[in-house]
């Protein structure tokens, strides 16, 4: 089993920042690739940005440029560096995993709030 817990969220002004960070626990494989979603009220989950193992990287194109995604594998964590934030960044930021082995599977935090005041 996994299990993955988000901090960092909160209120930011217009053009902040944030830094989402989750913690994975129980058993992670290399093959696991690790990343964000969010969720905006009234709509569907949506891509942020994901990792694998080895630090390859895929952003929404929403993300590309202002966002960052990092990865410790000794750690086991993931975190999401949101600069110069817009009010419509307003969602719920979900930390998932994603195996393949045989079959997908996907794990997701609890997530964690950000809010772009306007």
């Known amino acids: 089993q996994v299990q993955l817990v988000e901090s960092g969220g909160g209120l930011v002004q217009p053009g902040g920042s944030l830094r989402l960070s989750c913690a994975a626990s129980g058993s992670i494989f290399r093959i696991d690739t690790m990343g964000w979603y969010r969720q905006a009220p009234g709509k569907q989950r949506e891509l942020v940005a994901t990792?694998?193992?080895?630090?390859?990287?895929n952003y929404a194109d929403a993300a590309k440029g202002r966002f960052t995604i990092s990865r410790d594998n000794a750690k086991n964590t993931v975190s999401l560096q949101l600069n110069s934030l817009k009010p419509e960044a307003t969602a719920v930021y979900y930390c998932?995993?994603?195996?393949?082995?045989?079959?997908?599977?996907?794990?997701w935090g609890q997530g964690t709030q950000v809010t772009g005041s306007s």
């Open positions: 990792i694998t193992s080895g630090g390859d990287t």
């Open positions: 998932s995993l994603r195996r393949v082995l045989g079959r997908t599977l996907y794990y």
